[in-house]
């Protein structure tokens, strides 16, 4: 694949509008997801199934990225940073060059990094044989990503502490002077600690309207549904009240996604709550609700129905490399 410079994404088929080109980019992801999940026995499937169009019209749409000119294979971890380790490589890279001009991406819940890989993948900036390094010792392509994992620039573990880092970056940008924004992909359930209400209540107060986070609200974490485990809602309102600009839509719609990240900020970070559905695409994951946070095949015949259903969806959703 071609690699994509976003903001500028043409289809391959000039015919092809921009959201449906988007949606097969989603329909890939979920389905090399999936093809993952199956080799390994286990994988972040649901995250997948609610964030696809997120991820792809993050990265076809939303941000602007410079291009990766050929697809990376990651190369294996050299140690962390530091000033005695040149060798040293931030996982932000794969994102493109960090000019004044350009965005810049945070994942905030590193559990969904198997879905971030998918995408680098589908969008021609990582190699698909990283993929084979998932997990893998001396890998960067790491189970729970960081700092320098493709396409990530920030240790957001033990969990909860990219809108934190995501603002600090942002203030520092715009005392800088530079153009481009911070983006960050957020999780519901990240709402239930205390650290990001107070950078919300901070960025709304240094007015860092260069702040945009799209937020996976699909109820759920890993002890079940979010609502049983902390309610948070009504979300919308209280996010404006500590500062923040607001848009409430449709995950899954990519036109929805892509309206939202066009709207002037006026001075206030922007928080795009995208409530999603996790088993989109993939009905079976139904069986499981509410355990969904990891899904893991303990039951030959579950599995089997899983590989069923990966072969039949495969010429639908434009199979994988």
Same mark, same amino acid.
């Given at each position: 694949?071609?690699?994509?410079?976003?903001?500028?994404?043409? @289809?391959?088929?000039?015919?092809?509008?921009?959201? @449906?080109?988007?949606?097969?980019?989603?329909?890939?992801?979920?389905?090399?997801?999936?093809?993952?999940?199956?080799?390994?026995?286990?994988?972040?499937?649901?995250?997948?199934?609610?964030?696809?169009?997120?991820?792809?019209?993050?990265?076809?749409?939303?941000?602007?990225?410079?291009?990766?000119?050929?697809?990376?294979?990651?190369?294996?971890?050299?140690?962390?940073?530091?000033?005695?380790?040149?060798?040293?490589?931030?996982?932000?890279?794969?994102?493109?060059?960090?000019?004044?001009?350009?965005?810049?991406?945070?994942?905030?819940?590193?559990?969904?990094?198997?879905?971030?890989?998918?995408?680098?993948?589908?969008?021609?900036?990582?190699?698909?044989?990283?993929?084979?390094?998932?997990?893998?010792?001396?890998?960067?392509?790491?189970?729970?990503?960081?700092?320098?994992?493709?396409?990530?620039?920030?240790?957001?573990?033990?969990?909860?502490?990219?809108?934190?880092?995501?603002?600090?970056?942002?203030?520092?940008?715009?005392?800088?002077?530079?153009?481009?924004?911070?983006?960050?992909?957020?999780?519901?359930?990240?709402?239930?600690?205390?650290?990001?209400?107070?950078?919300?209540?901070?960025?709304?107060?240094?007015?860092?309207?260069?702040?945009?986070?799209?937020?996976?609200?699909?109820?759920?974490?890993?002890?079940?549904?979010?609502?049983?485990?902390?309610?948070?809602?009504?979300?919308?309102?209280?996010?404006?009240?500590?500062?923040?600009?607001?848009?409430?839509?449709?995950?899954?719609?990519?036109?929805?996604?892509?309206?939202?990240?066009?709207?002037?900020?006026?001075?206030?970070?922007?928080?795009?709550?995208?409530?999603?559905?996790?088993?989109?695409?993939?009905?079976?994951?139904?069986?499981?609700?509410?355990?969904?946070?990891?899904?893991?095949?303990?039951?030959?015949?579950?599995? @089997?129905?899983?590989?069923?259903?990966?072969?039949?969806?495969?010429?639908?959703?434009?199979?994988?490399?």
């Amino acid at each position: 694949m071609q690699p994509i410079n976003s903001n500028s994404y043409i @289809a391959p088929d000039l015919k092809e509008t921009w959201e @449906a080109s988007a949606q097969t980019i989603a329909n890939r992801i979920r389905l090399r997801v999936l093809e993952h999940t199956l080799r390994h026995h286990g994988g972040y499937m649901s995250q997948a199934c609610s964030t696809a169009e997120m991820f792809s019209a993050l990265y076809t749409r939303m941000m602007n990225l410079g291009t990766v000119e050929v697809p990376i294979v990651p190369p294996p971890f050299n140690g962390v940073a530091g000033a005695r380790n040149p060798q040293y490589k931030s996982g932000g890279y794969y994102n493109g060059p960090t000019g004044p001009q350009y965005d810049r991406f945070v994942l905030s819940p590193a559990q969904y990094a198997l879905v971030l890989y998918a995408t680098l993948v589908e969008v021609g900036r990582m190699d698909p044989q990283g993929m084979t390094q998932f997990n893998q010792d001396g890998s960067i392509v790491e189970m729970i990503g960081a700092e320098h994992s493709p396409g990530m620039e920030a240790m957001t573990g033990s969990l909860g502490q990219g809108l934190s880092q995501g603002a600090g970056i942002a203030m520092a940008r715009k005392r800088r002077g530079d153009s481009g924004k911070v983006w960050l992909m957020m999780s519901d359930g990240e709402f239930q600690s205390g650290q990001n209400w107070e950078a919300v209540q901070a960025a709304g107060f240094h007015r860092l309207d260069n702040l945009w986070a799209v937020v996976d609200v699909n109820g759920q974490q890993c002890d079940g549904p979010v609502a049983t485990v902390m309610t948070l809602e009504p979300l919308a309102q209280r996010l404006s009240a500590f500062g923040a600009r607001v848009i409430t839509i449709d995950g899954h719609d990519l036109k929805a996604l892509a309206q939202a990240a066009e709207i002037s900020p006026e001075g206030q970070p922007t928080i795009i709550l995208a409530y999603t559905d996790p088993c989109r695409g993939l009905p079976l994951l139904e069986k499981r609700v509410p355990k969904l946070h990891y899904l893991r095949f303990t039951d030959p015949e579950e599995f @089997a129905a899983y590989e069923t259903f990966y072969h039949d969806i495969r010429s639908e959703w434009g199979g994988t490399d």
